[in-house]
């Protein structure tokens, strides 16, 4: 199985990649904001405990993204592979996953973490909100909390895949498909 973390910032261009490496090497998309999404959409109790904290920019409970993703492996046991897009966030969440995939015999191939400056994502994450009415991508101020977020209780991930000889790092500057070109030279290798 090829199962990759797309890892990077809020705005770094996770979504847009992973919707490209799906396509392109036959992968199962799983993002837990999306899934998160679809909950609130939904109106279950899950997605509006969620809601609140997500319209702050904080990060929902580890125990509640990791059943999630739990459940989504269980449900695509026979994909070619996963792409994890936006999980794990937190040192417990990469744990429980490393867990979770040894218990059905895979393991994660690599971290690609797309790196991109502060300024270009407040203005990326500001256009996004424009056009789909996100309200997270809306405020300043809950962009800069969850840059935040990421900064204190992500970014360190990269340590712990760096550790495991998994973590490889691209600029996440210029257009989408020289991105994707890189991403795909990466992917190439393994
Ligand atoms: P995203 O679509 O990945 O930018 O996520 C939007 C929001 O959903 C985040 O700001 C968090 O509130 C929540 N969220 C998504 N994924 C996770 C996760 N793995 N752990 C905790 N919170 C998450």
Redesign the pocket.
């Known amino acids: 199985m090829l199962n990759l973390v797309l890892f990077g910032p809020?705005g770094a261009g996770?979504?847009t990649q992973s919707n490209l490496l799906i396509e392109k090497y036959n992968l199962v998309h799983l993002?837990?904001?999306?899934?998160?999404?679809g909950e609130i959409a939904a109106g279950t109790a899950l997605g509006m405990k969620?809601k609140t904290?997500?319209d702050?920019?904080?990060?929902?409970?580890?125990e509640?993204?990791i059943g999630m993703?739990s459940s989504k492996l269980d449900n695509n046991s026979n994909s070619n592979g996963f792409i994890f897009?936006?999980?794990?966030?937190?040192s417990a969440?990469a744990e429980a996953l490393d867990n979770l995939l040894d218990e059905k015999g895979t393991s994660i191939s690599a971290m690609l973490s797309l790196k991109v400056e502060d300024a270009e994502l407040i203005r990326r994450l500001l256009s996004r909100g424009e056009k789909s009415g996100r309200a997270?991508d809306q405020d300043e101020s809950i962009i800069a909390n969850?840059i935040n977020?990421y900064n204190t209780k992500t970014a360190p991930l990269k340590e712990y895949y760096s550790a495991q000889n998994k973590l490889s790092e691209i600029k996440g500057n210029g257009t989408v498909e020289d991105i994707a070109e890189k991403l795909n030279n990466m992917i190439d290798t393994l």
């Open positions: 809020p996770k979504g993002s837990t904001g999306d899934i998160l999404r969620a904290l997500m702050r920019g904080d990060l929902v409970p580890d509640v993204v993703i897009d936006g999980f794990p966030r937190t969440q997270d969850r977020e």
